[in-house]
Nanobody, 123 residues
Framework: QVQLVESGGGLVQTGGSLRLSCASS????????MGWYRQAPGNQRDLVAR???????NYADFVEGRFTISRDNAKNTVYLQMNSLRPEDTAVYYC?????????????????WGKGTLVTVSA
């Protein structure tokens, strides 16, 4: 069974930093794209950043150079380093991974989600 487990959320003051981690485990043949979304109360879930298996990255406009996404393929883990945090960054952050598994076979891919980690930025 495939699992994505996030860690690193918490409470931080404006201007502070946090590093989120998301580790994938289970019957994984290959990890394709990985990334992070966030959802604030009453809002839709928005893409924050994503990274391909080749290391290409994309960021939402609201990131404005403050966040960096990276991945460690040996550890099946994706990271999100968040600096210069603002109160409007407060949200539940969800990681995802597009995985080829024992069920999909090497040519298939399914998106798996973590359960989310809360980031709260105080003013």
């Amino acid at each position: 069974q495939v699992q994505l487990v996030e860690s690193g959320g918490g409470l931080v003051q404006t201007g502070g930093s946090l590093r989120l981690s998301c580790a994938s485990s289970g019957s994984i043949l290959r990890i394709n794209g990985m990334g992070w979304y966030r959802q604030a109360p009453g809002n839709q879930r928005d893409l924050v950043a994503r990274i391909t298996n080749a290391g290409s990255t994309n960021y939402a406009d609201f990131v404005e150079g403050r966040f960096t996404i990276s991945r460690d393929n040996a550890k099946n883990t994706v990271y999100l380093q968040m600096n210069s945090l603002r109160p409007e960054d407060t949200a539940v952050y969800y990681c995802y991974a597009d995985l080829s598994t024992a069920v999909t076979g090497p040519r298939g891919s399914i998106r798996y989600w973590g359960k989310g980690t809360l980031v709260t930025v105080s003013a």
